[in-house]
């Protein structure tokens, strides 16, 4: 039963977690439609959006696509960004032998994960890679001694520091990911 209930909490935490992402891109929309400008507005009253009903769903469609991810994989990508050579995910990947996160601003909400490995993923974009295959990646985890002692404890070596890898091997590298965080420990 404790076992159950320790599972219960997990996945209460996870699914609070995504409500959080989705009440901001709710809002960001919203922001979104508020700068409308007063010429967008017809005699009638109605709002005739020129391009943002079109970037507000494709946001929305871009959304519902992540949370679906989200929820096949227990994969949670906090942010992206574009740099001059690299895209860089910060990501935290849920799972049963993940470690407690302290409370933190999580998606604009505070938020306690159970289960989690905070990393972060640097994967060369069009602009430095010659081809898909030339293309490197670089896991970065963002661990804590303090908090995460017994992940560490449990997770491949390899997973406790940093390593690049070429792109066409991203697939086998977080399925070794989701083996560490998922595979119950005797």
Same mark, same amino acid.
């Given at each position: 039963?404790?076992?159950?209930?320790?599972?219960a %909490? =997990?996945?209460? &935490? /996870?699914?609070?977690? !995504?409500? *959080?992402? =989705?009440?901001?891109? *709710?809002? +960001?929309?919203e +922001?979104?439609?508020? !700068?409308?400008p007063g010429?967008?507005? !017809?005699?009638? #009253?109605?709002?005739?959006?020129m391009g943002?009903?079109?970037? *507000?769903?494709a946001?929305? *469609?871009?959304q519902?696509?992540?949370?679906? @991810?989200s929820d096949?994989? #227990?994969l949670?990508?906090? =942010?992206v960004?574009?740099?001059?050579?690299d895209?860089? @995910?910060?990501?935290?990947?849920?799972?049963?032998?993940g470690?407690?996160?302290s409370? /933190?601003?999580?998606?604009?909400?505070?938020?306690?994960?159970?289960?989690?490995? %905070?990393? &972060?993923?640097?994967?060369?974009n069009?602009?430095s890679?010659?081809s898909?295959?030339?293309?490197?990646c670089? @896991?970065?985890?963002?661990?804590?001694?303090g908090?995460? !002692?017994?992940?560490?404890?449990?997770?491949?070596d390899y997973?406790?520091?940093?390593?690049?890898?070429?792109?066409?091997?991203?697939?086998?590298? @977080?399925?070794r990911?989701g083996?560490?965080?998922?595979? &119950?420990?005797?």
């Amino acid at each position: 039963m404790t076992i159950t209930l320790s599972e219960a %909490h =997990s996945e209460n &935490k /996870t699914l609070a977690a !995504k409500l *959080a992402a =989705s009440r901001t891109t *709710a809002a +960001s929309a919203e +922001s979104v439609n508020a !700068k409308i400008p007063g010429s967008a507005v !017809k005699a009638s #009253g109605g709002i005739r959006m020129m391009g943002t009903a079109e970037a *507000a769903q494709a946001a929305q *469609a871009a959304q519902l696509k992540e949370d679906l @991810y989200s929820d096949l994989t #227990g994969l949670l990508i906090r =942010s992206v960004k574009r740099e001059a050579e690299d895209d860089v @995910y910060d990501c935290i990947q849920t799972g049963r032998n993940g470690s407690r996160l302290s409370p /933190t601003i999580f998606f604009s909400y505070l938020l306690t994960l159970d289960t989690a490995l %905070h990393f &972060k993923l640097a994967v060369a974009n069009e602009k430095s890679a010659e081809s898909y295959e030339d293309a490197q990646c670089q @896991y970065v985890p963002q661990l804590d001694p303090g908090r995460d !002692k017994t992940l560490m404890g449990l997770l491949p070596d390899y997973l406790v520091e940093e390593i690049t890898f070429p792109r066409p091997q991203a697939a086998r590298f @977080y399925a070794r990911v989701g083996k560490a965080l998922t595979e &119950k420990v005797e």
